[in-house]
């Protein structure tokens, strides 16, 4: 019996000689593991393995979503450089819940990575995002200001500090950080549908309408960009420019239901554009 015994445990200590054999062996037994999956995505992480980790983080967020692989994939793609991606999982990871355990403790690591790294500029957004998350939009704002500092190009991390500003009713600042943005970068669509809706905000609808006018130079498939610009148009009396521009957001996004809205208005309510029997389409589709 002992040597039987002594066979089987060298058969199985091969599975326990670290974490990603463990984990493996674990998979290989059971189905729908996603602590498994999770753990061997970290264990590959650790190795400095971070490409071959993000398919098993990915597996165990299909199988139940929830903060530990959105936060790991997260880490996984600021590790491989891809910024977009790695900011895309931080906000997703704590706006699971922004005041729990896991969420302080990806804090806690954050703010460490942000000390070890003073000149990284993304570790200080994601501490933003993390104030955002729980509702502090001005510590947000500060953080995104530091990232704009660190990396003085970056027209997107002045985008970002401009929503936190607008979302703490700071709007002043706000629309100078988004002029900052678009003096940057004239072709960032996001900047300049912003700015063009803080200063409509504001009352500068002059102001406001070539802002507008570029972003969808940039980005014309936008159908937010695109209700806006057309709300705009209704505002300065362009009725029937504002009519075309809610069909066209229609034509991109069909269930685009404030623009069906919008739609029924302008037809019920423009002598110039009235037809009360396409309002009411629109009206009822709006609704259903």
């Given at each position: 019996m002992l040597v039987l015994c002594a066979g089987v445990t060298h058969q199985q200590l091969q599975f326990w000689e670290n974490g990603i054999t463990v984990f493996t062996r674990a998979i290989s037994v059971t189905t729908g593991n996603r602590t498994a999956l999770n753990n061997l995505g970290v264990a590959l992480q650790a190795r400095g393995r971070s490409k071959e980790a993000i398919p098993h983080f990915e597996e165990a967020l299909r199988i139940h979503y929830e903060q530990r692989p959105l936060l790991n994939l997260a880490w996984a793609h600021t590790y491989l450089g891809h910024e977009a991606l790695a900011l895309a999982y931080m906000t997703r990871a704590f706006a699971v819940d922004p005041d729990g355990r896991v969420s302080r403790e990806a804090y806690a690591m954050v703010l460490q990575h942000a000390q070890e790294f003073p000149t990284a500029p993304l570790h200080r957004k994601f501490l933003g995002i993390a104030q955002a998350a729980r509702g502090n939009y001005g510590e947000a704002a500060e953080h995104l200001g530091e990232a704009a500092r660190l990396a003085p190009h970056d027209s997107n991390a002045r985008v970002d500090q401009a929503a936190y500003l607008a979302m703490a009713g700071r709007d002043p600042q706000a629309t100078q950080v988004l002029r900052e943005a678009v003096a940057l970068a004239p072709t960032n669509a996001l900047a300049?549908?912003?700015?063009?809706?803080?200063?409509?905000?504001?009352g500068l609808l002059a102001e406001a309408l070539?802002?507008?006018?570029?972003?969808?130079?940039?980005?014309?498939?936008?159908?937010?960009t695109r209700h806006n610009h057309a709300l705009l148009l209704a505002r300065f009396g362009r009725g029937a420019e504002a009519k075309r521009e809610f069909e066209q957001v229609l034509q991109l996004q069909s269930r685009h239901w404030p623009a069906r809205q919008q739609l029924a208005w302008l037809l019920a309510t423009r002598a110039d554009l009235r037809d009360g029997e396409a309002a009411l389409r629109y009206a009822h589709s709006a609704i259903e």
């Open positions: 300049q549908a912003n700015l063009g809706g803080l200063l409509a905000k504001q070539p802002h507008y006018q570029l972003a969808l130079a940039s980005d014309p498939q936008n159908p937010n």
